[in-house]
């Protein structure tokens, strides 16, 4: 049976082909992998509120959470119990052990759970119980739509922006915030009550019977059932106004615009945003499930640009599709959004860009690819022949390139985790490619013929470079059986490592022995004092010679002296290694050298929560809030302050209201 390097040596076309699968493999998972901040972690927390307008946190503690807790504290593998209880609402998130498998059973066993709780044990004003998966959705980029305008037009231009980012391919979670939800209000006159006899409930029980929409049965005819429904429900102000609340014994219609008006605003909330001082609105573009963080943030970069008449925004690859004629969606959103100006006083900027994170790890792991193949070239050409050093350099290339293609086939995405990961293996995929051309260029300067050589010096060390990619596999193992969701991170790294030392492998074994044999010479003996024909030659053969005298006949002869002497005084170099790995590890054990899992690094983002006295007025919120407001963009380094006024978020991501907190 013939071994691989021989079959590799004997079919340099197929080599070849399978090199050039290999990189145009890799160059398209590189287009299209998809790009996102962190890996996908499997949910392990399920969230459980309830909404009690107008109660304090002490009453909803009482007569809500603490009921609410007892009921669920017997279902299985919970882990723990975390409530927040702001005015209003009650917020408890379950955290699940790592033996919960199905998620969704666990969500049943809750609600059936929250249901044992009689209705009337609980308060009647407050709201059913809702029991959700809790997901934690990973925001890219947010654009502020400002400007000193009323807040039915901020409303309206928002809602215009959400809807066409929800009209974009790619762009399924957006979020808008900072604003009131519509609300049709009804003022009745108190004397108009007195005249006509009437009661607000009775006023409030004909809008409610009068508007609705009801069953009517079906209709039943030879070809099909035809269902009958009466539709009475309307958001229309001029039917409200027109909805008869009782007939009086004259045979007058009393009607709602008889009693009072009727209000088309905005329900009685605290809620106020401002964006650099100014009322705003803010849109929260998400990512989920495999969408593309960085496509995701160019959509909506492109869309913001149009829209304020500014030129697209593009990188190397967009100029070059347009050198070619190709249009690519950014450009399209963009011509669109040109189309369709904002509105005059308004103004709209994108911030908190998340998907600049990824883009410079990207632009990091390229610089590192670049620079380790010049100084893994360089430093081969110290001690190699430079045919051997650039297929070794080729092997860099091609082990990137397998490990990504490798990567779109089992289904891992780019992100800050297996990036990292592809930065940590460069300097490890070179290694069983090095040990392999050496030992076939040594064959070949001991004036063995190059195919045969590449096929013998690659069959020699076959199986210790097998054990030695094997080891470091080994050692990056474990991390994939971490628990939890640090489990769901770090066990990316074992994949990505295991994907480009395998195909460093391949290449080592298969595909650098075909290019050695067909492109190493033997080795000429004959440097004698004659001068070189060729001008190349003239300014290699002093570089050759210099090389030669330090490498080979200095240092290497210094090398020889310390390995001898290290085998004479084996016991010793065995002590002194045991001793310096002592060393080492009581350093860190002992504190000197600190251990930090993950290195903290300056945040180019400032948050700022007040939260005041349980009751205070909004305005009074919103002054201190404005106070903060304006020392903040006071300070030179800062660039944009958005203000969410009556407003915060939980432990749970569920948004709540109330006059007493701001959040900046």
């Known amino acids: 049976m013939r071994s691989l390097p021989r079959l590799s040596v004997e079919n340099p076309i197929l080599v070849n082909l399978l090199m050039l699968t290999i990189i145009i ?23 459980i509120t309830t909404v009690y307008p107008g109660a304090t946190p002490a009453e909803i503690e009482k007569g809500l959470a603490t009921r609410l807790e007892e009921a669920i504290k017997d279902v299985e593998y919970i882990e723990k119990i975390e409530a927040t209880i702001t005015e209003g609402l009650s917020s408890i998130v379950v955290t699940m052990t790592n033996e919960v498998k199905d998620l969704n059973q666990t969500i049943n066993d809750f609600k059936a759970a929250v249901d044992t709780v009689p209705r009337d044990e609980l308060p009647k004003d407050a709201e059913e119980t809702r029991v959700a998966k809790f997901e934690p959705r990973l925001p890219v980029i947010s654009i502020a739509i400002f400007g000193d305008v009323d807040e039915d037009t901020l409303k309206a231009t928002g809602r215009r922006v959400r809807d066409d980012l929800l009209l974009m391919p790619g762009i399924t979670d957006v979020e808008l915030s900072g604003i009131r939800k519509d609300e049709l209000a009804v003022e009745v006159s108190p004397e108009k009550l007195i005249e006509y006899r009437l009661s607000l409930a009775q006023v409030a029980a004909a809008i409610r019977d009068q508007n609705l929409d009801l069953p009517g049965g079906q209709l039943k005819t030879a070809d099909q059932n035809i269902a009958v429904r009466t539709l009475g429900e309307t958001d229309d102000v001029n039917r409200i106004k027109d909805t008869i609340v009782r007939t009086t014994t004259s045979g007058q219609l009393v009607r709602v615009r008889d009693l009072g008006r009727v209000l088309d605003g905005f329900e009685d909330s605290d809620v106020r945003g401002r964006f650099n001082g100014k009322p705003a609105v803010d849109i929260t573009v998400y990512k989920t499930g495999d969408q593309d963080a960085i496509d995701i943030a160019t959509k909506v970069k492109a869309y913001v640009a149009g829209k304020r008449r500014e030129p697209l925004p593009m990188d190397w690859m967009d100029r070059l599709r347009l050198l070619f004629g190709m249009q690519f969606e950014a450009q399209r959103v963009h011509a669109q959004a040109v189309n369709e100006p904002i509105q005059p006083h308004i103004e709209m900027l994108t911030t908190s860009d998340l998907s600049r994170f990824i883009e410079d790890r990207l632009d990091l792991l390229k610089r590192n690819g670049l ?8 430093s081969l050409l110290l001690f190699l022949n430079w045919r051997v050093a650039f297929w070794v350099m080729m092997g860099l290339v091609l082990s990137v390139c397998g490990s990504i293609l490798l990567m779109k086939a089992v289904g891992a995405t780019l992100n800050l985790i297996s990036m990292f990961g ?19 260029y040594a064959r070949i300067e001991r004036g063995e013929e190059p195919k ?58 298969s595909i650098l022995p075909s290019h050695l044999a067909e492109w190493l010479a033997p080795v000429r003996r004959d440097l004698g004092p004659a001068p070189p024909r060729h001008w190349l030659a003239k300014l290699v053969r002093p570089i050759r010679e210099k090389q030669k005298h330090i490498l080979v006949d200095r240092m290497g002869r210094r090398y020889e002296q310390l390995l001898r002497l290290a085998v ?3 016991y010793v170099t065995v002590a002194a290694a045991v001793a310096m790995l002592m060393t080492a590890v009581g350093l860190v054990g002992g504190g000197r050298v600190p251990f930090v899992f993950i290195e903290k690094v300056d945040s180019e983002l400032v948050t700022v929560s007040l939260e005041m006295p349980v009751g205070s007025p909004v305005d009074r919120t919103e002054a201190a809030m404005k106070r903060v407001e304006d020392a903040a963009l006071a300070l030179p380094d800062v660039r944009t302050v958005y203000t969410l006024v009556g407003g915060s978020m939980d432990i749970g991501q569920s948004g709540f209201t109330s006059s007493h907190r701001s959040h900046l």
Do not use: H, K
């Open 568 to 570: 004479r005084y084996r």
């Open 422 to 440: 592809l930065i940590v293996v460069l300097g490890l995929i070179v290694d069983d490619a090095i040990v392999v051309g050496e030992n076939v």
């Open 452 to 509: 045969l050589a590449a096929v013998l010096g690659t069959e020699e060390v076959t199986w210790p470079v097998i054990i030695a990619v094997l080891t470091t596999i080994a050692a990056f193992l474990p991390l994939r059986l971490m628990e939890g969701r640090m489990g769901d991170f770090m066990g990316v790294l074992p994949v990505i490592v295991t994907c480009a030392l395998t195909v460093s492998l391949l290449e080592a074994l």
């Open 25 to 47: 493999g890799g160059l398209y998972g590189g287009l299209t992998l998809v790009r996102e901040m962190f890996p996908e972690s499997r949910p392990n927390q399920v969230l």
């Open 371 to 378: 620079w380790g193949l010049l100084f893994v070239f360089l």
